[in-house]
């Protein structure tokens, strides 16, 4: 071992030292301009044949770059142009470079697939990429919603800012089972264990490519790439230099269906200055404010502890009401012991009480809808920026930073506002062409973050008090300012009077609202402000300061082995610190930490004269918590023909339960607490003196005691087969895929009770008993199976035109498993644009269509059917060369057509907007 | 040409359909339909009253006591208790204090109860023969005595809101009764109601048990034995409390003086002659241990309220307050006869109730007196426990 750590420490010394004392001698300077446009062409590769030398035009085209001396070949590159070389023959050779746009597809290069630089045609699994370009001329108003016009991608829209992609269904709000990987670091907010959406992260000025790894992708990127990860990665400031700026305003709800029509804006900033030929820094910005989408969905539905489907009924015909989208409600009751405790007070009326009192008089809360409590400002300030510096030619030092604060809302196992959300991710790092160092962290602070359901069942309490207990707190003692108590009197005085059972209650309810908070009243606030400053469980606000540590290194042996195989090899070591202050987590008592560590290592060999490229990965990852894991990954590239290649990949992937699913503590309500699934819950809870049994059990009268199971990672095994070609001339690009996989010990949450008393009697009642809610693994094996396939063209005088149709399907589910599958069977985009045309080539438009099927959505906050959709963005805009500047109009969701992709989030509409961006490239 | 035109109006098609695809709203998220109510059917309770000729003077009571719009309210529904014309000349007669004689037209009976009658009176009584929700006959119980069931008419509502007078529903094989009067029909079905026809009208009562006791001379002895009994320390006044308690619901079977004088003549071992004033049994009440006295009186009380009509047709047992402290005591053992009166329905011919140590049942020489907290049935013995 010690031999080893000598070797890797000599060769990352050998690669800083011996290109440090490399020098130049002559300097060669030019200019490069887009030969359609004559527009200058700012970050272009410039590169001198034989050497490590190379740079980048600056923001004006130009360039300088060091020789050994005359004559010098200049290599020009950059994606979306034909490449040129260029002989320099003396000093006094002007070098103006007209650079050709590239008409031909598949050009790009990927880095995310196999962790080394190579074409996008010969990756060895499904790759896709968004490069700046993409973004610059999508019609969509963020940068992340890109992502959804790709192929295989579904995407769950919690709000504006809160959108959660995936691939290859269990979508959800905050994906446990997707990475989001931002240069290189994991942006998951650490408590959550999913990506806050594109709260933190980039600013969009400062993204030079998304890539996206469809399925298991485990053996490279670590436990959590289930189902895929999404790499995001910005611009070099030594590439991509100057000032840039965008300015978008825009117009929403303007229909004015759920607010009144709001502006919208998005205001961008993106400062690189390269002060030398070894130091360059960045400095991003971005702030988005908005009215946000409304969560409007005020169906009835079954609560927690149920399947949380829709229902029929009203708060006029249902008083046990309960509206997905409505708060406070969550709170129900049976008040027949209050109807029974009048009769034994009032014997008179004991024969008449007993004739209302055969079935269970269920009673819920008043509640709050969602847009009645939920600040409807959306507010996202992203800062970033970075300081890079070379150490040599090929090792670049970086520090860099991306915070990020806002409003937004998701959905868990409620709807959460995340108010003042704060993450910070810090890294250093020194990047090496065949090595790296990396380690950083993410800081972070849930603010005044609460949870929807449980503020306001606990402000209608902190109004008026459901129902009082005596001291131990288990046994009721009415009064008679509860709610409930007024509401089973008025109730009684209702059927007394004759009244249909219905308007009894809703009789009873407006006398036990009265003097309610009115929704929007300065009362209401007041009470409600108050309550979600209390942590949880006394209030609402959970505290979350949990912070995650990383340090990870690779080194690229082929230089050494290239002879034989390329060989790659890496590890990491991962620390989450949890810390919720005992609201989240069960930590009160301190902080709980847990560490991962893993390595991998990669093999790429070529043989038949490069026709078949092997690929074999492996990675083995040990937590805290859980046994160490080996996930290999086997891919094989076949080049059938020049630009057709085939894949061939058997990957697999798995993730340790979440930090949540290990140590949630929390009380949702409805009498249901959330557990974690590590064993200290076992012995805190006395679940071994005082068992507990299935929910479903107790609910049908006979009790069986739940045995526990241990404890695991779930995973997936994938094979998948796919072909990427380029024909008619390198203007179509068909890129087609299907898959088989297989899921095992698959991680969901099962509700157990546990008797108060110690004695199984308890079970009986719901004051007299606890619900759990467990993670669990799922023993049966649970198959998926889907394919995509999209194609474009490029039309003639710049138009292009595409379109991509993907499947996703689960069978082998066992009765009664919820798998929180998520994924319509089969989705649709095309797409139709031109980046320049009319006069002066001047002109640009884009329109992308999305149609995706219907679907069954389950989740822990509400499940049911989500309708087929459609989505048409558009935007067209207008060069402005002497300004270097660009005028854009668009539209999300352009025919206002409003759609929701789960159960129980906001309701998207049309977005409308006018941007003005200054020197985007 | 002509094939250019043809691919232009094929592509001016499909972009058109395409249009309207596109533009096609996108489906909400699955909706239920909201229940509508069940439309009303027939006309309701007060309607139905009018419309039945039998029920005319009925009606005027209604309209009298200003409750037609609630018995027309077809959002809610009731029971109500119907006297036909023949019973409310009866009631007419008495309340003019016989002014108006039975038999006089109907015009004069309405007159009276139009003109005459005072509101409030007629509010009471109509409201005491309304009771909330539809109570079909089959749904009125056949055990002992009767389903207590609220009225719609709260006598104090400054007291509890939930304050209401019960009025007594009985069923038996021979029969079904509102407290002791026959119901003649049952089940006159209306669109918010139900309608059961009474033998006679039920006036509410308005004074307690104790009101009874307390001033009628007949019971002079029965109230020495209450008061007596209430010198219990442990208990002090507990029983006169419950007499006067509108929340009680009892059968006090009550002994007249003759009865007691006779009972405590023979406790005092012919010390006291069955013909000696009131005022030296009184005496010798109170010379009495106060357990003895507190469990003879509550031996004479049920805790539930049963008519005569409710008693059984063959002795039956049933327990007493006196229960509450002997458990196992076996009651008190009611019977009665029934007649069918023409015209009026079943009603009890003869009525008893024997103590377990008395050799003779005592019989029940008034029956049916009611109360705001109970029912008074004099009898001619006092009960005797043991």
């Given at each position: 071992m010690r031999k080893i750590t000598s070797y890797l420490i000599a060769c990352l010394l050998a690669n800083i030292v011996s290109v440090a004392v490399f020098a130049q001698n002559v300097t060669i300077s030019g200019n490069i301009k887009?030969?359609?446009?004559?527009e200058n062409a700012s970050a272009v590769s410039i590169t001198i044949k034989g050497s490590n030398a190379g740079t980048f035009t600056d923001d004006k085209g130009n360039f300088s770059i060091s020789a050994k001396g005359y004559p010098a070949t200049l290599i020009i590159t950059s994606v979306g142009y034909e490449p040129q070389e260029l002989v320099v023959r003396s000093a006094s050779d002007k070098i103006n470079v007209s650079f050709v746009p590239a008409?031909?597809?598949?050009q790009e290069v990927v880095?995310?697939?196999?962790?080394v630089v190579e074409k996008i045609m010969e990756s060895p699994v499904s790759i896709e990429r968004v490069s700046a370009a993409n973004i610059r001329s999508?019609?969509?108003?963020?940068?992340?919603?890109?992502?959804?016009?790709?192929?295989g991608v579904d995407v769950v829209t919690s709000s504006l800012t809160f959108k959660t992609p995936t691939t290859r269904g269990f979508v959800?709000?905050?994906?446990?089972r997707f990475n989001q990987i931002v240069d290189g670091m994991d942006n998951q907010a650490p408590g959550l264990n999913f990506a806050v959406g594109s709260v933190i992260g980039l600013s969009q000025l400062d993204v030079e490519s998304m890539e996206l790894l469809p399925g298991?992708?485990?053996?490279?990127?670590?436990?959590?790439g289930m189902n895929g990860t999404l790499l995001i990665n910005s611009k070099n400031p030594f590439k991509y230099q100057g000032l840039s700026f965008e300015v978008k305003t825009g117009i929403m709800h303007t229909d004015g269906k759920?607010?009144?029509p709001s502006p919208y804006y998005n205001w961008s900033l993106r400062w690189a200055k390269k002060v030398s030929e070894k130091f360059a820094f960045k400095i991003t910005t971005e702030l988005v404010q908005a009215k946000d989408w409304v969560a409007v969905d005020y169906r009835n539905y079954k609560r927690l502890?149920?399947?949380?489907t829709p229902i029929a009924g009203t708060r006029l015909t249902d008083p046990n009401y309960d509206g997905?989208?409505?708060?406070?409600?969550?709170?129900?009751?049976?008040i027949r012991p209050i109807l029974q405790g009048i009769g034994a007070q009032a014997p008179f009326l004991a024969p008449f009480i007993n004739t209302l009192i055969g079935q269970p008089l269920n009673v819920s809360r008043t509640g709050y809808r969602e847009a009645d409590i939920i600040d409807p400002t959306t507010i996202n300030y992203k800062l970033g920026g970075s300081l890079n510096y070379k150490l040599s030619n090929n090792t670049e030092a970086i520090v860099a930073g991306y915070w990020g604060t806002g409003n937004t809302v998701y959905t868990g196992s409620d709807r959460y506002s995340l108010k003042n959300l704060k993450v910070g991710q810090y890294k250093v790092e020194l990047l090496n062409k065949n090595w790296m160092l990396r380690a950083y962290t993410t800081q972070e602070n849930a603010g005044e973050s609460f949870n929807a359901t449980i503020t306001t069942r606990l402000t209608n309490e902190a109004w008026k008090k459901s129902i009082s207990f005596a001291p131990d707190g288990i046994t009721p003692a009415p009064q008679a300012s509860d709610w409930y108590v007024q509401y089973a009197q008025a109730y009684l005085g209702g059927k007394l009077a004759g009244q249909s059972n219905i308007d009894a209650h809703n009789g009873a309810r407006s006398v036990a609202d009265i003097g309610r908070p009115a929704a929007g009243s300065a009362q209401f606030k007041q009470l409600f402000d108050k309550v979600r400053a209390i942590?949880?469980?006394?209030?609402g606000l959970f505290t979350d300061k949990t912070d995650l540590y990383m340090a990870e290194g690779q080194y690229n042996f082929s230089q050494f082995t290239g002879g034989f195989a390329d060989i790659l090899v890496g590890a990491n070591y991962k620390k989450y610190v949890l810390n919720s202050e005992g609201t989240l987590f069960a930590d009160s008592a301190g902080t709980i930490g847990i560490s991962e560590v893993g390595a991998y290592a990669q093999a790429i060999k070529s043989f038949l004269d490069d026709k078949v490229k092997l690929t074999l990965s492996g990675r083995y990852d040990k937590n805290t918590n859980f046994k160490g894991r080996f996930t290999p990954r086997a891919s094989a590239l076949v080049?059938?023909?020049?630009?057709h290649n085939l894949r061939l990949s058997y990957q697999t992937a798995y993730r340790f339960p979440s930090t949540q699913q290990q140590w949630i503590n929390l009380?949702?309500?409805?009498?249901v607490r959330l557990l974690g699934g590590v064993d200290d819950f076992r012995s805190f809870y006395n679940m071994d003196s005082n068992p507990v049994y299935t929910l479903e059990s107790v609910q049908a009268g006979s009790p069986q005691v739940y045995q526990a199971q241990e404890f695991k990672p779930e995973s997936v095994t994938s094979y998948e087969i796919g072909y990427k070609g380029l024909s008619m001339g390198k203007k179509l690009l068909v890129d087609l895929y299907g898959y088989y996989g297989q899921y095992t010990d698959f991680l969901t949450r099962r509700l157990v009770a546990q008797s108060k008393t110690g004695?199984?009697?308890?079970?009986?009642?719901s004051t007299t008993r606890n619900i759990y809610s467990l993670p669990v693994n799922i023993n049966d094996k649970v198959k998926t199976y889907g394919f995509g396939l999209s194609m474009d063209y490029r039309l003639p005088l710049g138009f292009n035109v595409g379109a991509n149709v993907s499947s996703d399907d689960l069978k082998d589910?066992?009765?009664?498993?919820?798998?929180?599958?998520?994924?319509?069977?089969y989705r649709f985009n095309a797409n139709f644009g031109n980046n320049g045309f009319g006069p002066a080539k001047r002109l640009g438009f884009n329109v992308t269509y999305r149609w995706q099927d219907t679907y069954f959505y389950q989740g822990d906050f509400a499940s049911g059917t989500v309708p087929s959709f459609q989505t048409v963005d558009a935007q067209v805009s207008l060069k402005l060369p002497q300004t270097k500047s660009i005028l854009k109009l668009g539209a999300n969701n352009l025919l206002n057509q409003y759609y929701v992709n789960a159960i129980g989030n906001a309701q998207v509409g049309g977005l409308y907007y006018v941007s003005f961006g200054y020197n985007l490239y | 040409m002509i094939f250019n035109n043809n691919k232009l109006k094929t592509g001016l098609l499909l972009l058109t359909a395409s249009l309207f695809f596109i533009t096609a709203c996108n489906k909400d998220v699955q909706q239920f339909p909201v229940p509508t109510p069940t439309p009303v059917t027939g006309i309701a309770l007060g309607e139905t009253v009018k419309a039945t000729a039998d029920d005319s003077l009925y009606y005027k009571l209604i309209v009298r006591s200003g409750l037609l719009t609630t018995l027309n309210n077809t959002s809610n529904s009731y029971t109500l208790y119907v006297a036909g014309n023949a019973a409310m000349r009866q009631f007419v007669n008495i309340a003019s204090g016989g002014l108006?004689?039975?038999?006089?037209p109907d015009a004069v009976h309405a007159n009276f109860i139009s003109t005459q009658l005072p509101a409030s009176s007629a509010g009471a009584i109509v409201s005491y023969n309304i009771s909330p929700q539809k109570l079909l006959a089959a749904s009125?119980?056949?055990?002992?005595?009767n389903l207590q069931f609220p009225s719609?008419?709260?006598?104090a509502p400054q007291v509890s809101a939930l304050l209401r007078l019960t009025n007594f529903p009985s069923r038996r094989a021979n029969g079904a009764w509102l407290n002791a009067f026959p119901?003649?029909?049952?089940?006159?079905?209306a669109a918010n109601g139900v309608i059961h026809h009474t033998a006679a009208l039920l006036t509410p009562p308005s004074t307690y048990l104790w009101d009874r006791i307390n001033s009628a001379p007949q019971f002079a002895l029965l109230k020495a034995s209450v008061q007596r009994a209430d010198?219990?320390?442990?208990?002090?006044g507990a029983l006169q409390a419950a007499l006067l308690n509108i929340g009680a619901n009892l059968t006090l079977f009550a002994p007249d003086t003759t009865a007691f004088k006779n009972a405590l003549s023979f406790l005092s071992g012919g010390a006291?002659?069955?013909?000696?004033?009131?005022a030296n049994f009184i005496g010798f009440i109170n010379t009495l241990p106060i357990a003895t006295v507190k469990g003879i009186v509550v031996y004479h009380i049920l805790g539930t309220r049963a008519?005569?009509?409710?008693?059984?047709?063959t002795s039956t047992f049933v327990p007493t307050l006196l229960n509450g402290a002997v458990p196992t005591h076996p009651g008190v053992a009611l019977q009665a006869t029934f007649v069918d009166v023409p015209g009026f329905g079943m009603v009890t011919a003869t009525a008893t109730v024997k103590g377990a140590a008395n050799p003779t049942a005592a019989n029940?020489?008034?029956?049916?007196?009611?109360f705001l907290n109970g029912v008074i049935h004099t009898i001619d013995q006092v009960l005797l426990p043991q």
């Open positions: 887009n030969s359609v446009t004559q008409s031909t597809l598949g880095v995310s697939a196999s962790r999508a019609p969509s108003v963020s940068y992340y919603d890109v992502v959804t016009t790709l192929k959800g709000s905050g994906n446990t298991a992708s485990s053996a490279l990127y670590g436990p959590g759920q607010r009144e502890g149920t399947d949380g997905i989208n409505v708060y406070g409600d969550e709170t129900t009751a049976d942590p949880i469980p006394k209030g080049k059938l023909a020049e630009d009380d949702v309500g409805g009498n004695s199984p009697a308890g079970l009986a009642n589910v066992p009765p009664g498993f919820v798998s929180f599958f998520n994924s319509p069977k | 108006i004689p039975i038999a006089a009125i119980p056949t055990s002992f005595p719609i008419f709260n006598p119901l003649k029909s049952t089940d006159l079905l010198a219990d320390p442990t208990a002090p006291i002659p069955p013909t000696a004033p009131n008519f005569s009509v409710n008693f059984p047709t029940v020489t008034t029956k049916d007196d009611h």
